[in-house]
């Protein structure tokens, strides 16, 4: 029997996923405590604004799957710096992930365990090999949506914590331009 399938749809221009059931996950600002450096206009702005959206796929989770999502970042910023995801380490270290931009323009940041950091800029079609052992997250430094593809191990799960002093890069907008400033922890 020769049957077609239809298969799973990315809209590549919005990011929308179709063709089965989606899981989606909103954060709002005021789910993101301690994130933004400046913590008095964090306040003064939390509550339910969103921040970003994870729209994925409902994958079964069973060993050797892969997850398929798309995150959609806001344009904003708290203070100068740019709106963010939390950003994490996947809590099975060992395992990558693959980033595609598709709309918008942002940054990715990677911070390794010895806290080496690297920025990528990303832009509808570029593509960002995360390595194991690499916490990432986006940033959002444009105007409009920044949507990305990703692709990664369904074991790979979340480890939000392991990153106590945060990233040791924070993307400001200064004036108009883009600027990295590295973190003190003093
Ligand atoms: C993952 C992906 C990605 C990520 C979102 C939200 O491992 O699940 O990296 O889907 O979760 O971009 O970022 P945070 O999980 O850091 O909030
Ligand atoms: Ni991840």
């Known amino acids: 029997d020769s049957t077609i399938i239809q298969p799973l749809h990315l809209a ?11 899981l989606t996950k909103s954060t709002t600002l005021q789910d993101l405590p301690g994130v933004f450096a400046d913590h008095t206009c964090w306040q003064s702005l939390a509550g339910s604004k969103p921040v970003y959206h994870v729209e ?3 994958t079964p989770d069973r ?5 398929t999502g798309v995150t959609h ?3 904003g910023k708290v203070g100068e710096e ?7 380490f996947h809590a099975r270290r060992e395992q990558g992930e693959v980033y ?4 918008g323009e942002g940054l990715l940041l990677l911070q390794d365990e010895q806290n080496s950091t690297r920025l990528e800029r990303v832009y509808p079609g570029s593509v960002h090999t995360i390595p194991g052992f690499t916490a990432h997250r986006l940033i959002n430094t444009g105007n409009e949506i920044l949507s990305a593809l990703a692709v990664w191990p369904c074991s790979a799960g979340h480890d939000y914590s392991a ?3 945060g990233f040791a890069l924070r993307v400001v907008d200064d004036a108009g ?7 003190n922890h003093d």
């Not at 595609?100 to 709309?103: E, F, N, S, V, W």
């Not at 331009?177 to 973190?183: D, K, L, P, W, Y």
């Open 56 to 58: 994925m796929f409902a």
């Open 63 to 67: 060993p050797g799957e892969l997850y």
């Open 100 to 103: 595609i931009g598709l709309r």
């Open 73 to 75: 970042l806001m344009p």
């Open 82 to 88: 740019f709106f963010m995801t939390r950003g994490h």
């Open 177 to 183: 331009s883009v600027r990295v400033m590295e973190v």
């Open 163 to 165: 990153l106590k002093n």
């Open 12 to 22: 590549w221009c919005s990011g929308a996923l179709s063709g089965a059931p989606l």
